[in-house]
């Protein structure tokens, strides 16, 4: 914890970029091709990070902090 010492965190607004989107494509093909995850769209994608924002993605479940 030392080397972090300086690190501040704060609590944003969840807000899906086609930046993040790219790295996930580029995640998703090359280490889960085929996968349950593999066919999601852009549009896919904002709705899980911003409708979903203070939920686990599939369940539902708060998460916890």
Do not use: C, K, W
Request: glycine share 10%; aromatic share 8%; hydrophobic share 30%.
């Amino acid at each position: 914890m030392r080397r972090s010492h300086d690190l501040t965190r704060s609590e944003v607004t969840a807000e899906a970029t086609r930046e993040q989107f790219a790295l996930l494509r580029t995640y998703l093909d090359s280490r889960h091709p085929g996968g349950g995850m593999s066919d999601m769209g852009l549009f896919d994608y904002v709705a899980m990070v911003e409708e979903n924002s203070g939920r686990h993605p599939y369940r539902g479940i708060p998460q916890s902090s």
